[in-house]
């Protein structure tokens, strides 16, 4: 399940217009074959655009197709495609591939990219021009030199059109990331908020790749890119694939997948493997990831709607820098290709083919987060992350019957609430994990010294929350030690600095020679609950009204 992540903001808009007639028929129309791979690339267009401009593409029957990061930072990728294949090599001829043989593609050398870094300011929709005069007022008085961008995307799918740009502030610096960091620090101090730092990039890697036989004979070579496509669309098997990025060798699989496989020259100067892959196949492959396959279908719909949901938030936000539009992993979502897949949840994207969220007073896309376990209250979108306050992502008690009325955002509530409030959703479901939904967590002086030396305010002499969300998550702790006192801001920051708790949603206290945290819940609590959606499902709700429940009022609308 999806605990997720801070979100990073990268530079650039993506235009892709699309428009076609509404369907009238109330059933949704057949899915593509599974693997819908991208369109054949254009005569004269270079398939290394494709990746690095993150241009939205589109399959038969009008779903978009994404490029989603499988490997990325590799010394070598080594594939077998499951049929005959051909392989397309930049600045080369093709080369005809037989079935079940193992090739492997090597860098000979490379130039990583170049990339300058800047804090975020302000972001603002599009057309609020006064909030993003009045930001950039603020802070050229300052004396911080700022200039303005557009990130996000626009794109239209029969008779829809979704728009998730926005206007960002950033600050002027010398461009390094040490600089970024460091007046994110700042801003952080005086403001108890710390900004974000938006990628850009001003140039992209280069490379020559080496394509070698399972002999070890080299077949040719290539110009920063080759790409697989297999017969029939009968896929491939990727080997060493990471559980987790930057995993050891024991963390790796061999993982089968259809579509198209690009491998190319990463930022960082390495090698990457990409797969094209229509949004419905890539379903197929992300929502058993994120949910037990065993799980109420109305639960799995639920999951399939926000899975796509998201996909859909995040085109032209993030990984800009990348030559992909997503990652494979809890950042973006977790997905594991056909290994995953089951009946059950192919079912459950099926019947919700081309179905998305949508703000029911703005009619936006709703960037459809969620996390494991809320704990009984979900959180406010904006207090997870550092971006604009969404009407749809509201935390809110997630308790059957009345909703609690005390206040989580000083100590007395909080632990009145873990102690006394129901049991919630994510605590009925039958195969909940009770540990995560109410936990306790100890640390002796020594330990807990030695997990926030990197503060430098020496042993710990006092620990306590300045800040809650309205869930009662911790957004700001004080550590005060022997030799000075520090804050630390932001949910996830606090947990990784206390040994990755389960969630900020605790209370601390020292008591009989430890420091002891009781908490509840397991992710950071926007959005859907994902055991919460499974105790709904049980408890006879359709997966309609679980989303209502979770995005506060937001509406499901078919877009393809």
Same mark, same amino acid.
């Given at each position: 399940?999806?605990a997720?992540?801070a979100?990073p903001?990268?530079?650039?808009?993506?235009?892709?217009?699309a428009?076609a =007639?509404?369907?009238?028929?109330?059933?949704p129309?057949?899915l593509?074959?599974?693997?819908?791979?991208?369109?054949?690339v254009? *005569?004269?267009?270079? *398939?290394?655009?494709i990746?690095?401009?993150?241009?939205?593409?589109?399959?038969?029957g009008?779903?978009?197709?994404?490029?989603?990061?499988?490997?990325?930072?590799?010394?070598?990728? %080594?594939?077998?495609?499951?049929?005959?294949?051909?392989?397309?090599?930049?600045?080369?001829?093709?080369?005809?591939?037989?079935?079940?043989?193992?090739?492997?593609?090597?860098?000979?050398d =490379?130039?990583?990219?170049?990339?300058?870094?800047?804090?975020?300011? $302000? %972001?603002? *929709?599009?057309?609020?021009? !006064?909030?993003?005069?009045r930001?950039?007022a603020?802070w050229?008085?300052?004396?911080v030199?700022?200039?303005?961008?557009?990130?996000?995307a626009?794109?239209?799918?029969?008779?829809?059109?979704?728009?998730?740009?926005?206007?960002?502030?950033?600050?002027?610096?010398?461009?390094?990331?040490?600089?970024?960091?460091?007046?994110?620090?700042?801003?952080a101090?005086?403001?108890g908020?710390?900004?974000?730092?938006?990628d850009?990039?001003?140039?992209?890697?280069?490379g020559?790749?080496?394509?070698l036989?399972?002999?070890?004979q080299?077949?040719a070579?290539?110009?920063q890119?080759v790409?697989?496509e297999?017969?029939?669309? #009968?896929?491939?098997l990727?080997?060493?694939?990471?559980?987790? #990025?930057g995993?050891?060798?024991?963390? #790796?699989?061999?993982?089968?997948?259809?579509?198209r496989?690009?491998?190319?020259v990463?930022?960082?100067?390495?090698?990457?493997?990409?797969?094209?892959?229509?949004?419905?196949e890539?379903?197929?492959?992300?929502v058993?990831?994120?949910? *037990?396959?065993?799980?109420?279908? &109305?639960?799995?719909?639920?999951?399939?709607v926000? =899975?796509r949901?998201?996909?859909?938030?995040?085109?032209?936000?993030?990984?800009?820098?990348?030559?992909w539009?997503?990652?494979?992993?809890v950042?973006?979502?977790?997905?594991r290709?056909?290994?995953?897949?089951?009946?059950?949840?192919?079912q459950?994207?099926r019947?919700?083919?081309?179905e998305?969220?949508?703000?029911?007073?703005?009619?936006?896309?709703?960037?459809?987060?969620?996390?494991?376990?809320?704990g009984g209250?979900?959180?406010?979108?904006d207090a997870?992350?550092?971006?604009?306050?969404?009407a749809?992502?509201?935390?809110?008690?997630?308790l059957?019957?009345?909703?609690?009325?005390?206040?989580? #955002?000083?100590? $007395?509530?909080?632990?009145?609430?873990?102690?006394?409030?129901?049991?919630?959703?994510?605590?009925? =479901?039958?195969a909940a994990?009770?540990r +995560?939904?109410?936990? %306790?967590?100890?640390?002796t002086?020594?330990?807990?010294?030695r997990?926030?030396?990197?503060?430098?305010?020496?042993?710990?002499?006092?620990? +306590?929350?300045?800040?809650?969300?309205?869930?009662?998550r911790?957004? @700001?702790?004080?550590? +005060?030690?022997e030799?000075?006192?520090? &804050?630390?801001?932001?949910?996830?920051a606090? +947990?990784?600095?206390?040994?990755?708790?389960?969630s $900020?949603m605790f209370?601390?206290?020292?008591?009989?020679? %430890?420091?002891?945290?009781?908490?509840?819940?397991?992710?950071?609590?926007?959005?859907m609950?994902?055991?919460? !959606?499974?105790?709904?499902?049980?408890?006879?709700?359709g997966?309609?009204?679980i989303?209502? @429940?979770?995005?506060?009022g937001?509406e499901v609308?078919?877009?393809?």
């Amino acid at each position: 399940m999806n605990a997720r992540r801070a979100r990073p903001i990268a530079l650039a808009a993506v235009l892709c217009l699309a428009l076609a =007639a509404r369907a009238e028929e109330p059933e949704p129309p057949p899915l593509p074959p599974p693997g819908t791979v991208l369109p054949p690339v254009g *005569p004269g267009e270079d *398939p290394l655009e494709i990746l690095w401009s993150h241009r939205l593409n589109f399959a038969a029957g009008g779903a978009p197709l994404v490029t989603i990061r499988l490997m990325e930072g590799q010394e070598r990728v %080594e594939f077998r495609p499951r049929a005959a294949a051909r392989l397309a090599v930049r600045g080369g001829a093709p080369l005809v591939l037989a079935a079940g043989r193992r090739f492997e593609v090597r860098l000979l050398d =490379a130039l990583p990219a170049a990339v300058v870094h800047h804090p975020v300011l $302000a %972001e603002e *929709p599009l057309g609020d021009r !006064a909030a993003l005069d009045r930001a950039r007022a603020a802070w050229e008085a300052r004396g911080v030199k700022v200039r303005e961008r557009v990130v996000g995307a626009v794109f239209g799918i029969l008779g829809r059109v979704v728009d998730n740009r926005r206007a960002v502030l950033l600050a002027e610096g010398d461009g390094s990331e040490a600089w970024a960091r460091a007046f994110a620090e700042r801003v952080a101090a005086e403001s108890g908020t710390r900004p974000a730092v938006l990628d850009e990039l001003v140039r992209r890697p280069s490379g020559t790749l080496e394509i070698l036989d399972e002999a070890g004979q080299r077949l040719a070579l290539a110009d920063q890119l080759v790409q697989l496509e297999v017969d029939g669309d #009968r896929g491939f098997l990727l080997s060493a694939v990471e559980h987790d #990025r930057g995993s050891r060798a024991e963390g #790796r699989e061999d993982r089968a997948y259809r579509g198209r496989l690009f491998v190319t020259v990463d930022a960082s100067g390495k090698l990457a493997a990409v797969h094209g892959v229509a949004l419905e196949e890539l379903l197929r492959g992300l929502v058993p990831s994120e949910m *037990p396959a065993g799980s109420p279908l &109305e639960a799995l719909k639920a999951q399939a709607v926000t =899975a796509r949901s998201n996909v859909l938030a995040q085109l032209g936000t993030r990984h800009l820098t990348d030559p992909w539009v997503l990652c494979s992993e809890v950042h973006c979502q977790a997905y594991r290709g056909e290994s995953a897949q089951t009946a059950r949840t192919d079912q459950a994207v099926r019947l919700t083919q081309g179905e998305a969220l949508f703000g029911r007073d703005d009619h936006a896309l709703v960037d459809a987060v969620y996390s494991a376990v809320c704990g009984g209250h979900g959180e406010d979108n904006d207090a997870v992350w550092p971006v604009r306050p969404s009407a749809s992502l509201r935390g809110r008690p997630d308790l059957p019957g009345k909703a609690w009325t005390g206040d989580l #955002r000083d100590d $007395a509530g909080l632990r009145e609430f873990l102690d006394h409030a129901p049991r919630g959703w994510c605590a009925r =479901a039958r195969a909940a994990p009770a540990r +995560r939904y109410r936990w %306790e967590r100890r640390f002796t002086r020594p330990e807990l010294d030695r997990l926030v030396a990197k503060l430098g305010v020496g042993p710990v002499r006092a620990l +306590r929350v300045t800040g809650r969300g309205v869930s009662g998550r911790a957004l @700001a702790l004080r550590v +005060r030690g022997e030799s000075g006192e520090v &804050e630390v801001h932001g949910e996830l920051a606090i +947990r990784r600095l206390l040994g990755n708790l389960s969630s $900020a949603m605790f209370t601390v206290e020292w008591s009989g020679g %430890e420091w002891v945290f009781r908490g509840g819940g397991w992710g950071h609590g926007a959005g859907m609950c994902q055991w919460g !959606a499974v105790g709904r499902a049980e408890a006879g709700q359709g997966y309609r009204e679980i989303l209502r @429940a979770y995005y506060s009022g937001a509406e499901v609308a078919r877009i393809y």
